[in-house]
């Protein structure tokens, strides 16, 4: 069995999963990583170490001209291997954060693909790489502990029952999977806004991680287990529904601001876009002395002071 494969089984085997029986969505883009992954759960079912049923699916955000290319390759690759191949295509609204866009839309075509299936994982072939950029992306914006532990390697799917799992974000590299697309003579898709500096994530992979690079060589290992770390530290249940603001103003400070990090966590069901000002804004709020005034958050919500109580309310 060659290295990645092997790599992929180990994890498989370390997160518990069956090696048979069900359904698997396998995501893929067409670009290295995803496509190193779609060949590597291949090779493991062609070897009898896997025996679900696969299920590439691809969505096209329609961003670029010749994104149709990017699906007929895929198309290509899942009829030479046998495999069932889903396709998903919408455009993406442009305004606001076109990154975050693009996320949600792909994510809302995979948990619609894993319900229609019925499959108990759907895989993404996220790196090493994307754990370290993420993680810096994250102290860049201000995020507490729940950002800097960056993804996880398995989650609930929204929208379905099945789990979204990403086997290479422990073992494998973006330059791993470059490799195993290589010796497999298959020419992965590039994906021209990977290089568009306009994206804060592609300058820290073109510049940022090479400048760190020169003071630690094994930089990316070492920020994607820091992120782990992260993740492995200890719980705090989930505060309640409304906070008190004489209990708040019993703390001390930073006691404060990290219980308002955590009920906002809590509240909203995830940390993304929260930055350290949305929590000193939310913190000022609780001072203040006048019932009625909110702060807005980012992906909509809003934290509203009344009666002594600090209520976060969907939008």
């Known amino acids: 069995m060659r290295d990645l494969p092997r790599k992929v089984i180990t994890e498989w085997r370390r997160l518990g999963f069956a090696v048979d029986g069900g359904a698997v969505v396998i995501a893929c ?3 290295a990583d995803s496509t190193a992954l779609l060949l590597a759960i291949a090779e ?11 299920i590439v699916a691809h969505f096209d955000h329609a961003l670029r001209k010749d994104s149709r290319e990017d699906a007929a390759f895929v198309r290509g690759l899942c009829l030479k291997l046998g495999i069932e191949f889903v396709l998903g295509r ?11 866009n693009a996320r949600r839309a792909r994510y809302r075509f995979l948990a619609r693909a894993a319900a229609k299936h019925k499959a108990f994982l759907v895989l993404t072939g996220h790196t090493i790489d994307d ?7 994250n102290l860049i914006r201000g995020s507490g502990p729940d950002g800097l532990s960056a993804m996880p390697v398995v989650r609930p799917l929204e929208g379905c029952d099945a789990l979204l799992a990403r086997p290479f974000l422990r073992v494998a590299s973006h330059e791993m999977a470059m490799q195993f697309c290589t010796e497999n003579d298959v020419e992965f898709r590039v994906d021209p806004m990977n290089s568009d500096p306009r994206f804060s ?13 020169e003071l630690n060589p094994k930089i990316v290992k070492t920020l994607a287990r820091t992120a782990e770390l992260f993740r492995e530290r200890p719980q705090i249940d989930a505060p309640p529904e409304e906070l008190p603001i004489r209990d708040l103003a019993e703390l001390d400070e930073p006691a404060r601001l990290a219980l308002l990090r955590i009920w906002l966590i809590a509240r909203r069901g995830h940390s993304r876009r929260l930055t350290s000002a949305h929590i000193n804004a939310v913190n000022s709020l609780a001072k203040s002395s006048k019932s009625g005034r909110f702060v807005e958050l980012p992906s909509g919500g809003v934290v509203q002071r009344s009666g002594g109580l600090l209520a976060y309310r969907a939008k």
């Open 201 to 213: 994530r592609v300058r820290i992979r073109r510049e940022v991680l090479p400048l760190l690079a």
């Open 90 to 100: 919408s455009a993406v609204a442009k305004r606001g954060n076109l990154e975050d």
């Open 44 to 54: 493991l079912a062609a070897m009898k170490k896997l025996g679900h049923k696969l």
């Open 29 to 31: 883009s067409g670009g």
């Open 131 to 137: 754990q370290a950029e993420t993680f810096l992306l």
